[in-house]
Nanobody, 120 residues
Framework: VQLVESGGGSVQAGGSLRLSCSSSGFPFTEYCLGWFRQASGKEREGVAALYSDASNETWYSDSVKGRFTISKDNAKNTLYLQMNNLKPEDTAMYYC???????????????WGQGTQVTV
């Protein structure tokens, strides 16, 4: 299993970024896919999650609801996180993750990428 994040960077408050997560090695449409973040000195927290099947059911943390959008491209096996109206408190390392057992925002997924840094 391989998950590779990209798209992080530095942006001013109020700006936008789109993170991408290219995946391989597992059945993309049968797994739950999620974005998590970990700020310096804090625990990893769930940001958004999505069932990669036809239901497209999604979950968002209260802190990002209305500002972030999780989406996927099944043809490209790629997960995205569109982040708008970014705030300084969004600064963190962002990770994508995949789990074939269940779908929620708990940071105990089976497979993880190495992360991409977002600084606001």
């Amino acid at each position: 299993v391989q998950l590779v994040e990209s798209g992080g960077g530095s942006v001013q408050a109020g700006g936008s970024l789109r993170l991408s997560c290219s995946s391989s090695g597992f059945p993309f449409t049968e797994y739950c896919l999620g974005w998590f973040r970990q700020a310096s000195g804090k625990e990893r927290e769930g940001v958004a999650a999505l069932y990669s099947d036809a239901s497209n059911e999604t979950w968002y943390s209260d802190s990002v609801k209305g500002r972030f959008t999780i989406s996927k491209d099944n043809a490209k096996n790629t997960l995205y996180l569109q982040m708008n109206n970014l705030k300084p408190e969004d600064t963190a390392m962002y990770y994508c993750a995949a789990d074939g057992r269940r779908c929620d925002l708990s940071p105990s997924y089976q497979h993880w990428g190495q992360g991409t840094q977002v600084t606001v």
